[in-house]
């Protein structure tokens, strides 16, 4: 199992930007597929973008294609989510996940990662 620890939410408004950041510790980091998933009030948890665990592949909602970039960084354990441009449709706690085996490619299903963070706030304000 892996704990992973979220940071860098906030409240900002419309048009700023935020860097989400998720440090992993337990499992050999760089050996998996790490995602990150958004749940607003009252909506199901989607997904926002995930980074292969060779560092390359990433994949993207639509919806933010274009202002958010998803990164990694294997020697210090840590994913990262660059967030620009932010809308107010942006608000919502944002999860840091790790898929459920090593080696695997990207995934926009929560049933295929196993760990998750506790989430981190992003709040942006019209």
């Known amino acids: 199992q892996v704990q992973l620890v979220e940071s860098g939410g906030g409240l900002v408004q419309a048009g700023g930007s935020l860097r989400l950041s998720c440090a992993a510790s337990g499992r050999t980091f760089s050996s998996y597929t790490m995602a990150w998933f958004r749940q607003a009030p009252g909506q199901e948890r989607d997904f926002v973008a995930a980074i292969n665990w060779s560092g390359g592949p990433t994949d993207y909602t639509d919806s933010v294609k274009g202002r958010f970039t998803i990164s990694r960084d294997n020697a210090k354990n840590t994913l990262y989510l660059q967030m620009n441009s932010l809308k107010p449709e942006d608000t919502a706690v944002y999860y840091c996940?790790?898929?459920?085996?090593?080696?695997?490619?990207?995934?926009?299903?929560?049933?295929?990662?196993?760990?998750w963070g506790q989430g981190t706030q992003v709040t942006v304000s019209s």
């Open positions: 996940a790790v898929r459920n085996l090593r080696y695997l490619g990207l995934s926009t299903r929560t049933a295929e990662y196993r760990d």
